[in-house]
């Protein structure tokens, strides 16, 4: 559980955890809930606490494998299976919420729309994910040029693909969901905000 314990200790981790409890409160109990992709499953305490029913999918092996050994996973009411997001083996409108934390940051804006489009298809009408863009430049100055070239070094790195609001809301608009609720996660030195949101489809 070395993967999860180093990650639990940032204020990243805990707003994020608060975020999902939040989003969750506002949703009725007892739901058929998707988590895709579940990695080592750091939501499952609060499924069981709403008396969910948990789908968890992750495109690892070894994910799974840690998911499965999480303190809080349940044979009677989780089952973890090898997915990939972007193609779900689900039929239409078989969960009642897919949650979908710490993954359109890691992926193209192609893949976000597709990813998305995935969870609106499977979901009834909810879902609630977590989103990293970058914030509109207010002023041109060595202020912006910092933050840009924090940016750059970020990327090339490899560990984050930074987007711009727009692919969100291009994604949002094509999976024909609507933000109803927003919780504020972080901001950052290379001037990009993280946010955990409440979607809800519409027609
Ligand atoms: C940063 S972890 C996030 C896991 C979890 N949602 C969390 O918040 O802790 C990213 C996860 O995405 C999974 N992943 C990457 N590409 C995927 C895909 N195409 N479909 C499903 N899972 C994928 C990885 O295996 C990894 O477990």
């Known amino acids: 559980m070395l993967y999860a ?3 639990s200790q940032g204020d990243k981790w805990k707003n994020e955890q608060k975020a999902l409890q939040k989003c969750l409160k ?13 990695g080592t ?9 709403h008396h969910h029913t948990v789908t968890g999918l992750d495109i690892s092996p070894d994910m799974l494998a840690m998911a499965r050994r999480h303190d809080d996973f349940s044979e009677e009411h989780m089952s973890l299976a090898e997915a990939d997001i ?9 969960f009642d919420v897919a949650v979908c934390m710490r993954f359109f ?13 995935e969870l609106s298809r499977v979901s009834k009408r909810y879902a609630i994910i977590g989103f990293r863009h970058i914030n509109k430049p207010s002023h041109f100055g060595v202020q912006a040029i ?8 970020k990327s090339l790195k490899g560990k984050i693909v930074l987007h711009d609001i727009e692919v969100l809301n291009q994604a949002l608009a094509n999976a ?15 001037d990009t905000t993280y946010c955990v949101y409440l979607l809800e489809k519409y027609d």
Do not use: M, W
């Open 5 to 7: 314990n180093v990650r």
């Open 26 to 38: 506002i949703l009725p109990d007892s739901l058929n809930v998707l988590d895709v992709p579940v």
């Open 146 to 153: 910092k933050q840009h070239i924090l940016r750059f070094v």
């Open 176 to 190: 024909h969901f609507k933000i109803v609720q927003e919780e504020f996660i972080e901001k950052r030195a290379d």
């Open 86 to 94: 972007t193609a779900l083996p689900y039929d239409n409108d078989f």
């Open 41 to 49: 499953g750091r939501f499952f305490p609060f499924y069981k606490e």
């Open 105 to 117: 940051n890691l992926v193209n804006a192609d893949v976000c729309s597709q990813s998305l489009r």
